[in-house]
């Protein structure tokens, strides 16, 4: 595919693949809760199953919000002297995504710090024990953490040649990656909740990142200077950088947890 010719689309496909499976710890450990109050021998089933339907579901969106993307006209323009700016469709899903991932982010930041297991409690109390009801349940939760993921697929792919490919292929295999290694990926995760964190923070960027992309695609400007977009390589190269130092201090920790 000539998508994947271009060096720019692997590097996207990489950090969004191994994003989309951080995103979608959260969505593991809920999962494993509602299918929790299955018996033992149907849990694989009921979450096989769901996180399957769930990609079609999230592929879906993919095509609604790249629908809601590709409308470049103006919807309307606002000229308050000190800001002003054209917003488009494509604008006002980006500003508004960004919006969202800095909210839901810094919301999961401060409720992992000063709440924990808050969400799990209240899962737990509401999950269902018909197969159906909790297939069911799958698709909700998956609904409701695939807006981050889909936002933040958009953010990191806008603008390269074949995105909705590569948003496509990223979401397939992480979802993939879901259904093989729920188990010990979530467990990996809960004995290493820095990388949690570390997920979050990112999408706390990335909400930044679209934020000034969408000024940038509505030509605004802020106090008579024209608002730039964050170049992607800065992003990834942060992205790199955090988790090669997070790996390093794991590895220190482990040493001197045997010590």
């Known amino acids: 595919m000539e998508v994947f010719a271009n060096p ?51 592929i879906a969106m993919l095509f609604g ?24 469709g494509q604008a006002m899903v980006l500003f508004l995504g960004g919006l969202f991932l800095i909210y839901k982010s810094t919301k999961e930041i401060h409720e992992k710090v000063d709440h924990k297991g808050e969400g799990e409690k209240e899962l737990k109390t509401s999950a269902a024990k018909s197969f159906g009801n909790v297939i069911f349940q ?11 993921s889909i936002l933040t697929a958009v953010g990191m792919t806008n603008g390269i040649e074949g995105a909705l490919y590569i948003m496509v292929t990223a979401v397939v295999i992480s979802v993939g990656v879901m259904m093989l290694f729920a188990v010990p990926v979530g467990n990996f ?29 509505s030509h605004a400007e802020l106090a008579g200077q024209h608002v730039g ?31």
């Open 229 to 259: 977009a964050v170049p992607k390589g800065y992003l990834y190269f942060a992205i790199a950088f955090s988790l090669a130092v997070e790996f390093l201090n794991m590895k220190m920790r482990k040493k001197n947890g045997h010590s």
């Open 189 to 217: 995760v809960n004995a290493n909740p820095s990388i949690q964190i570390l997920g979050l923070a990112f999408l706390i960027l990335i909400g930044f990142m679209l934020i000034t992309e969408s000024m940038h695609l």
């Open 65 to 88: 919000i790249t629908i809601l993307i590709a409308m470049k006209a103006p919807w309307f323009s606002i000229d308050w002297g000190w800001f002003s700016g054209s917003f488009t």
């Open 138 to 148: 799958i698709l909700l939760i998956d609904l409701i953490f695939s807006v981050d």
């Open 8 to 58: 720019d689309a692997w590097v996207a496909l990489l950090t969004l693949t191994f994003l989309e499976i951080v995103l979608g710890i959260d969505n593991i450990i809920f999962i494993s809760i509602v299918t929790g109050k299955l018996p033992e021998e149907k849990r694989k089933k009921a979450t096989r199953i769901g996180l399957f339907l769930a990609m079609f579901m999230r």
